[in-house]
């Protein structure tokens, strides 16, 4: 049987599912009530959005409120003011390999394809729902 794939740039860990809302510091809440670790509202202003990190085991929730006139998640919050999921973030080993077999493939790369450094000081990349089963997709370099 041939594998699907045999590139060397495999998809590692789900590395964070991020929920949009208004409150990110309320939306939080909750999860400290569940005893988990909430970090401290963190502004990405290259990214339009005031994460906070909920440290769960083998993952990490990403609340992420805009922050900002043309924040990402403006349009998002019209349709959902009650919050929802946004995005998932699986870890890569070589992210720039990862984008071009993407590409390779037809994938779309938002913006102007090069990856940015994201919430975690490293490099990452947002990929078309459309290509993944209407989910936005984050891409991070682990
Ligand atoms: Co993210």
Not at 111 to 117: H, M, T, V
Not at 119 to 142: N, R, T, W, Y
């Given at each position: 049987m041939t594998p699907v794939s045999t590139h060397a740039s495999s998809l590692g860990r789900l590395n964070h599912v991020a929920i949009a809302v208004l409150d990110a510091v309320k939306a939080?809440?909750?999860?400290?009530?569940?005893?988990?670790?909430?970090?401290?509202?963190?502004?990405?202003?290259?990214?339009?959005?005031?994460?906070?990190?909920?440290?769960?085991?083998?993952?990490?929730?990403?609340?992420?409120?805009?922050?900002?006139d043309s924040s990402p998640i403006a349009k998002f919050l019209e349709r959902s003011?009650?919050?929802?999921?946004?995005?998932?973030?699986?870890?890569?080993?070589?992210?720039?390999?990862?984008?071009?077999?993407?590409?390779?493939?037809?994938?779309?790369?938002?913006g102007d394809g090069e990856p940015r450094i994201g919430a975690h000081g490293k490099p990452v990349l947002f990929l078309h729902p459309k290509d993944f089963s209407g989910a936005l997709i984050e891409l991070e370099q682990a």
């Amino acid at each position: 049987m041939t594998p699907v794939s045999t590139h060397a740039s495999s998809l590692g860990r789900l590395n964070h599912v991020a929920i949009a809302v208004l409150d990110a510091v309320k939306a939080a809440r909750i999860y400290g009530a569940l005893g988990a670790k909430v970090s401290a509202p963190v502004p990405l202003p290259e990214h339009g959005v005031i994460t906070v990190f909920v440290d769960l085991p083998n993952t990490k929730i990403e609340f992420i409120e805009p922050l900002g006139d043309s924040s990402p998640i403006a349009k998002f919050l019209e349709r959902s003011p009650d919050g929802g999921i946004h995005h998932l973030c699986y870890e890569v080993t070589d992210i720039l390999a990862a984008r071009d077999r993407l590409v390779q493939e037809g994938a779309r790369i938002l913006g102007d394809g090069e990856p940015r450094i994201g919430a975690h000081g490293k490099p990452v990349l947002f990929l078309h729902p459309k290509d993944f089963s209407g989910a936005l997709i984050e891409l991070e370099q682990a």
